[in-house]
């Protein structure tokens, strides 16, 4: 499986935005946006003066792939089904993304990070509707019952994620039962549910050219 493999940090400095890729260390001072807000690179501090309209749109491209952890071929394949379904290609690519199972395992709180959520379902460790699930970009659909496998509830990891979970705020399309570890797909995600600023418009210009 292809994945990113450098420093994740660099990542957020080339958006210029936090993209909460580390887990606790965003919301600290070891931040690299709260550190060294530059473009990595020998011309990082002139960079952001030339950006024009292809740019930008390449930008928000890069920013939301790079938030949610995909690489392009995959992203790129969301877009085409985003495209073929009816209504609006943006929302409905946002959608898609919010529905693959390392994110859902991510809002449920059992992950510091998404990258740490897809490592975790690639161990095995969760079951949706009773079968075994380790393939991260699988897509919940309403109904479907996402839980920590019951030999897993015991390692120190999920007894320390479970410890913090009160204070956790879930997307109102999933119903966490935090006792349990598990969650409940209520609805479709809606385009409101997605909490970080993302232009998907300048996706579909990009992608449309």
């Known amino acids: 499986m292809a994945r990113y493999t450098g420093p994740s940090c660099r990542q957020c400095r080339r958006e210029g935005v936090k993209l909460f890729l580390k887990g606790d260390r965003c919301f600290s001072d070891k931040c690299a946006i709260a550190r060294r807000n530059i473009i990595p690179g020998q011309h990082g501090t002139g960079r952001r003066m030339m950006i024009k309209e292809y740019g930008m749109q390449l930008r928000e491209k890069q920013k939301a792939k790079r938030y949610y952890g ?75 019952v996402v839980v920590v496998k ?39 995600p809606a385009r409101e549910d997605v909490d970080f600023e993302i232009q998907e418009h300048l996706i579909v210009e990009l992608y449309s050219k």
Do not use: C
């Not at 693959?100 to 079951?127: C, K, P, W």
């Open 150 to 188: 019951a030999s897993s509830k015991s390692a120190p990891k999920f007894k320390a994620l479970a410890e913090n979970l009160e204070g956790k705020l879930n997307p109102k399309w999933l119903t966490v039962d935090k006792a349990n570890l598990s969650a409940t797909v209520a609805t479709m």
């Open 70 to 144: 995909i690489l392009e071929k995959q992203f790129r394949n969301y877009f085409k089904k985003a495209d073929a379904k009816e209504g609006m290609t943006g929302e409905n690519l946002l959608v898609l993304i919010e529905r693959r199972l390392d994110n859902v395992v991510y809002r449920m709180g059992l992950a510091e990070s998404r990258t740490e959520a897809r490592q975790l379902v690639r161990h095995g460790h969760f079951i949706i509707n009773g079968n075994k699930a380790n393939v991260p970009s699988m897509l919940v659909k309403p109904g479907d």
